[in-house]
């Protein structure tokens, strides 16, 4: 069982920048394959980014490309989403997940483990 839990959301004007941090319970979290994704109200999780469990490869959605970076570090159980040139379509609740297979994945089914979400809006 993985608890994960996510923070450093909030309130950001377009063109700043937020960084999430999601942490992990448990020891094994350096064998998880983690990621981000996104989800507004009435609309379906949309994946935002992923990274392998030794943070040697790293998936981004094209939406995202070029301005949130991905990272972890595994010493202290956490995975970092870094958001720079924030628009005003970034806003929505940002979720953590973790997946045992070591294959990343844009797919939310094919997580195993969830945080509750941290809140992320960008006026313009």
């Known amino acids: 069982q993985v608890y994960l839990v996510e923070s450093g959301g909030g309130l950001v004007q377009a063109g700043g920048s937020l960084r999430l941090s999601c942490a992990a319970s448990?020891?094994?979290?350096?064998?998880?394959?983690m990621a981000w994704f996104r989800q507004t109200p009435g609309e379906a999780r949309e994946f935002v980014a992923a990274?392998?469990?030794?943070?040697?490869?790293?998936y981004y959605a094209d939406s995202v490309k070029g301005r949130f970076t991905v990272s972890r570090d595994n010493a202290k159980n956490t995975v970092y989403l870094q958001m720079n040139s924030l628009k005003p379509e970034d806003t929505a609740r940002y979720y953590c997940?973790?997946?045992?297979?070591?294959?990343?994945?844009?797919?939310?089914?094919?997580?195993?483990?969830w945080g509750q979400g941290t809140q992320v809006t960008v006026s313009s």
């Open positions: 997940a973790a997946r045992g297979n070591p294959r990343t994945s844009d797919y939310h089914g094919a997580y195993d483990y």
């Open positions: 448990g020891r094994t979290f350096s064998r998880y394959v």
């Open positions: 990274i392998s469990s030794s943070a040697d490869f790293t």
